[in-house]
């Protein structure tokens, strides 16, 4: 089992529609997730990061953690075209400089007009 | 948010040479730094992490001897690709961890053609 699963897609959505990505994780004891999005050719940029159960809200942009269920998402309300891009989930075990975080294999999410 | 800036943006390269490519955290002290290496299509793959004033730690694969991580100061660290192959090609990206902020930035990336 790889410890952070993506489904690869691509996910398409109309614009103005929500985008929901899932991510599952395999280490319990992850305390840190984070989402980057990522344009092609382009490195990731950071949107979000989560550490507690529940919701996070950030403009358009939702974070949804449960540790129980070990999956965190991320929905993307009124999507538009230039949100098309791949989405990086990473999680992280802990806060020390020796913890790595550990990036799924991505999303491609595209925004049809 | 932060930034980290990286140098070159785009190298190519003869087979057999070496090349350098820095890593700048700009506006916050980085005491740990990763590089990822990245092909067409693939995710990211953590190459090695670099810890300001000692040793890189590789990933299991990557040959300590062929990228060379320097992590000299709290802002800088550098890769050096020895010996360069066209099987290097590919896109390396430079991550700073803020400690402060718990965040970590990556540069814009430097992407590397070996002929």
């Known amino acids: 089992q790889k410890e952070v699963e993506q489904n690869s897609g691509p996910l398409s959505v109309p614009e103005g529609a929500i985008a929901s990505l899932n991510c599952t994780y395999s280490d319990r004891g992850s305390q840190s997730f984070f989402w980057y999005r990522q344009y092609s050719g382009k490195s990731p940029e950071l949107i979000m990061s989560?550490?507690?159960?529940g919701d996070k809200e950030d403009g358009r942009f939702t974070a949804q953690l449960n540790k129980a269920s070990q999956y965190v998402s991320l929905l993307i309300r009124d999507s538009q075209p230039s949100d098309s891009a791949t989405y990086l989930c990473a999680v992280r075990r802990g806060k020390t400089s020796y913890d790595k975080v550990i990036f799924g294999p991505g999303t491609s999410l595209s925004v049809i007009p | 948010g932060a930034v980290v800036s990286q140098h070159p943006s785009r190298v190519i390269c003869k087979s057999g040479t070496s090349v350098k490519i820095e890593c700048r955290s700009l506006d916050f002290q980085a005491t740990t730094m990763f590089w990822y290496r990245q092909f067409p299509k693939q995710s990211l793959m953590l190459m090695a992490t670099?810890?300001?004033?000692?040793?890189?730690?590789?990933e299991q694969g990557v040959e300590k001897d062929k990228f060379l991580i320097n992590h000299a100061s709290l802002t800088l660290s550098t890769l050096t690709v020895t010996s360069a192959h066209p099987e290097d090609s590919s896109f390396y990206i430079c991550?700073?961890?803020?400690?402060?902020?718990?965040?970590?930035?990556f540069g814009p990336g430097t992407r590397l053609t070996v002929l």
């Open positions: 989560i550490y507690s159960n």
């Open positions: 670099s810890n300001e004033g000692s040793k890189a730690t590789y």
């Open positions: 991550s700073a961890r803020d400690f402060l902020t718990d965040t970590q930035y």
